[in-house]
């Protein structure tokens, strides 16, 4: 097939992670060109070099809605020219407001698009002007991916199209990076993920900061940037936990923090799959998440492979810390079992679910 898959950006973020992957990994036996309206000199994720890149550079911010009007216009032309260009077969479209303006593109080009839900559309705010667009827009997919089958309930207000669940694919850890003995593991927390309201890491640092002094020989690395850094930043300071909780920043390779990693922790208000969650657990990182609407608990096996606590319960949320930090046997057990998950998400399955998927709408 000639595949031309579109993304906003592959300057971070799990979705971009994981286009990257599944276009370089489609370009084996298929013609793929991968468009994104950033530019391609942006880049943090890259691409195998039998895939042809385009980026678009179209990102940008809007003062108003009439801004906002026009620029969609001008991203919607350069997506079709783009798309038009590269004479696929079928559309692979990734992430919400992407997929609305790749739908509205091709609308004249006769090509079916696919389009994949990275996150829990119920939960994901795109306000009321995108959410207009959506409901005009997907009922023109020719199929809809999601990674759950909550998310595959809310896809199903926009859409009679075929939906398919492909949950998340992880890549297993290099063989010189795993460590099977927790006591060989540095006695540090890590949380990975952007730095935005919906990944609540202002509850981790407060849980964290109300752990019993026994407990205070922890430490907290918090890997990923985004537009809270400054108010978290504060709130450490405030806590006085500047010697105990470190922001990391962006970070190139994350399996190198994991390697070491004492325990991991996911408090995400939402989910669509948590990746971070599934590369911890594949490296033998003992986990713990808030139960959140989807994800954590389709991946962890309360009590067996992670630890899973309730969403809006912070004293939940310090005991479940505290009770993973303290527990040695409980550490080793869940890194013994949560490596286990390599299994349930490969990339061989995945990849092949999705080239299922775009054959049935170009059959």
């Known amino acids: 097939m000639r595949i031309t898959c579109a993304i906003h950006s592959l300057t971070g973020g799990g979705a971009e992670r994981v286009m990257a992957g599944l276009a370089s990994r489609l370009a084996v ?3 793929v060109t991968l468009i994104t309206l950033d530019a391609a000199a942006l880049d943090r994720y890259r691409c195998d070099d039998a895939v042809v890149r385009i980026g678009l550079d179209q990102m940008s911010e809007s003062g108003s ?5 026009s620029s969609n216009r001008r991203r919607i032309a350069a997506i079709r020219a783009a798309v038009a260009a590269s004479r696929p077969d079928v559309v692979l479209s990734f992430c919400d407001k992407m997929n609305i303006l790749t739908l509205a593109a091709c609308k004249p080009l ?41 998310a595959g309930r809310a896809v199903g207000a926009w ?21 099977d003995d927790v006591d060989r593991r540095d006695k540090t927390l890590v949380s990975v993920g952007r730095l935005s309201e919906e990944k ?7 849980a964290f900061g109300r752990l019993p002094e026994s407990l205070h020989d922890w430490n907290l690395k918090i890997c990923g940037d985004g537009p809270q850094r400054a108010a978290l930043a ?7 936990l500047n010697d105990r909780v470190e922001l990391c920043g962006w970070c190139d390779d994350v399996g190198a923090v994991l390697a070491g990693a004492g325990a991991f922790a996911l408090t995400s208000r939402y989910e669509g799959f948590p990746n971070a969650l599934l590369e911890a657990m594949v490296s033998g990182v003992p986990s713990l998440s808030v139960d959140c609407d989807s994800g954590p608990g389709e991946i962890i096996d309360d009590c067996e492979t992670g630890l899973i606590v309730e ?9 479940g810390l505290a009770r ?4 040695r046997d409980l550490r080793q057990r869940l890194s013994d079992a949560g490596r286990l998950v390599v299994d349930r998400y490969s990339w061989d399955r995945f990849v092949k679910a999705y080239v299922d998927v775009l054959r049935s709408v170009t059959a």
């Open 311 to 319: 969403q809006d319960d912070p004293d939940a949320l310090t005991a």
């Open 159 to 179: 859409t009679s199209a075929q939906t398919t669940i492909i949950p998340a694919a992880i890549d297993p850890p290099q063989a010189d990076r795993i460590v």
């Open 65 to 69: 809605i009439f801004e906002a009007i």
């Open 29 to 31: 036996q298929h013609s």
């Open 234 to 240: 504060k709130q450490i300071e405030t806590l006085r």
């Open 324 to 327: 993973l930090l303290a527990d």
């Open 200 to 206: 609540q890491i202002d509850r981790l640092i407060d």
């Open 110 to 150: 006769a090509v079916p698009v696919v389009v994949s839900e990275r996150s829990q559309p119920a939960h994901q705010p795109i306000g009321r002007f995108w959410e207009t667009l959506r409901r005009w827009h997907y009922p023109r997919a020719a199929a809809c991916i999601v990674q759950t089958a909550a």
